[in-house]
């Protein structure tokens, strides 16, 4: 199975940026898409941005512009470059892949995610 190990989280002031990193590792065929998902305390978890295998890309409409995600398949890690934070960005951001194992049996993992917190 695929474990999932997100890093960067942190505290940020409005306007600063964030690079977070989420690294996937454990025994399996291929990842097929990788995402980013986020929680606000009291809200439900929302898609920020995800990437295919290929690097395309897709974003949250509010995300678009601010915020990057990337990977590099050689190091099965992806990233979320976030910019021009605001107070309602900070959320525990978590990391989100589905992949193939042997059989051609298809899962999903999760990271345990990473706060990140806007605040003067």
């Known amino acids: 199975q695929v474990q999932l190990v997100e890093s960067g989280g942190g505290l940020v002031q409005p306007g600063g940026s964030l690079r977070l990193s989420c690294a996937a590792s454990?025994?399996?065929?291929?990842?097929?898409?990788m995402a980013w998902y986020r929680q606000a305390p009291g809200k439900q978890r929302e898609l920020v941005a995800r990437?295919?295998?290929?690097?395309?890309?897709s974003y949250a409409d509010s995300k678009q512009g601010r915020f990057t995600i990337s990977r590099d398949n050689a190091k099965n890690t992806v990233y979320l470059q976030m910019n021009s934070l605001k107070p309602e960005d900070t959320a525990v951001y978590s990391c989100?892949?589905?992949?193939?194992?042997?059989?051609?049996?298809?899962?999903?993992?999760w990271g345990s995610g990473t706060q990140v917190t806007v605040s003067s």
């Open positions: 989100y892949a589905d992949y193939w194992i042997s059989g051609g049996n298809w899962r999903e993992a």
């Open positions: 454990g025994r399996y065929h291929s990842i097929n898409d």
């Open positions: 990437i295919t295998s290929g690097g395309r890309t």
